[in-house]
């Protein structure tokens, strides 16, 4: 158990629908990071929060947005969702925002969209 | 254009031997390198890590070497046990730049066969 915890694990919509994606990160730990997996492709970054603040965004879409809250947890927001969203997500955490070290990673979401 | 490349996508070894697992890099900019295990239905986990300033790092049965010049780093693991079998991602990141996010390959499947 890595402390990470990412709710829904599962979560089935449909195309043009708007999701939310929720992680609490390991106690400690200010910043989170997104990643999105989709198929045969590795890990993506999407974004990273620190403490509340956007620090750094990777390959997100317009049509995706985040926020980290003063209690530390974040959601991901996923809108006008089409085919291609379909994909785990998965929320890491780390305890500092630019040290080299491990981030810990939930167990994911996977989002199938119809 | 993939920074980080793993170019097989699966390897399988007998129990008891040797596993080896290569990764290559473009951005010579990366200096901090990571292994993560990923069983199925779960998060990645922390598997190893190496500093540019290192040519190698082992831990236990987990060794991880790194070529700068080669831009090339590979995880050797010896014994194999059918435990590793699992899919096992490179991942890559540049510390010290105000923002700190891991850059991976897209894995490769290790089955150790008893």
């Known amino acids: 158990d890595s402390g990470v915890t990412q709710t829904p694990k599962h979560l089935i919509t449909a195309t043009g629908q708007r999701v939310t994606l929720r992680c609490s990160p390991r106690?400690?730990?200010?910043?989170v990071y997104w990643y999105q997996q989709s198929l045969d492709q590795g890990l993506q970054f999407l974004i990273q929060?620190?403490?509340?603040?956007?620090?750094a965004k990777g390959n997100i879409l317009e049509r995706f947005s985040a926020q980290q809250f003063p209690d530390l947890h974040s959601e991901l927001n996923l809108s006008s969702l089409e085919l291609g969203d379909s994909a785990l997500y998965f929320c890491?955490?780390?305890?500092?925002?630019?040290?080299?070290?491990?981030?810990?990673f939930g167990e994911g979401s996977r989002l199938t969209v119809l | 254009d993939q920074q980080v490349k793993q170019n097989s996508p699966s390897l399988s070894v007998q129990e008891g031997r040797i596993s080896i697992l290569n990764c290559d890099y473009t951005?010579?900019?990366?200096?901090?390198f990571l292994w993560y295990k990923k069983y199925p239905a779960e998060g990645p986990t922390f598997l190893i890590s190496?500093?540019?300033?290192?040519d190698k790092n082992e831990d236990g049965r987990f060794t991880v070497f790194l070529n700068k010049s080669a831009k090339h780093l590979s995880l050797h693991i010896v014994p194999s046990q059918p435990g590793d079998s699992a899919v096992y991602f490179c991942a890559a990141s540049i510390t010290g730049a105000g923002s700190y996010q891991l850059t991976f390959g897209k894995g490769t499947k290790l089955s150790v066969i008893p």
């Open positions: 106690s400690g730990d200010l910043s």
């Open positions: 951005n010579s900019m990366f200096d901090y």
């Open positions: 890491a955490s780390s305890v500092l925002q630019g040290t080299a070290g491990e981030l810990f």
């Open positions: 929060y620190y403490n509340g603040e956007e620090r």
């Open positions: 190496i500093s540019s300033i290192k």
